[in-house]
């Protein structure tokens, strides 16, 4: 049980993280958890490839986040969703002209 708990904190922890410095917002605890899970998958991936390995909490919160900003990127990329939250965009700028 102790397990599951840590997993959902890790998936809930990468996924605030990253959504925060992705989008500039959460996607409540839900959300977060499914997003840092997803990440942590794809960071251990990334990482594997690269020969690195992390240990402990804050390690696998590390690579879950790594993880979870790919995801994030891709995600938005393929849904043409900006990350850009500035009010001054271009798109913004080419609108009020």
Do not use: C, P, Q
């Amino acid at each position: 049980m102790l397990h599951v708990i840590l997993f959902l904190m890790v998936g809930l922890t990468a996924g605030w993280l990253a959504t925060n410095f992705v989008e500039g917002k959460g996607y409540g605890g839900l959300g977060d958890i499914v997003i840092g899970t997803v990440g942590a998958f794809i960071g251990s991936f990334i990482f594997d490839l690269l020969g690195f390995t992390f240990k402990g909490f804050w390690g696998a919160v590390f690579v879950a986040v790594v993880g979870a900003v790919v995801f994030l990127y891709i995600v938005n990329f393929f849904t043409g969703n900006s990350t850009d939250n500035s009010a001054n965009s271009e798109e913004d700028r080419t609108l009020s002209s």
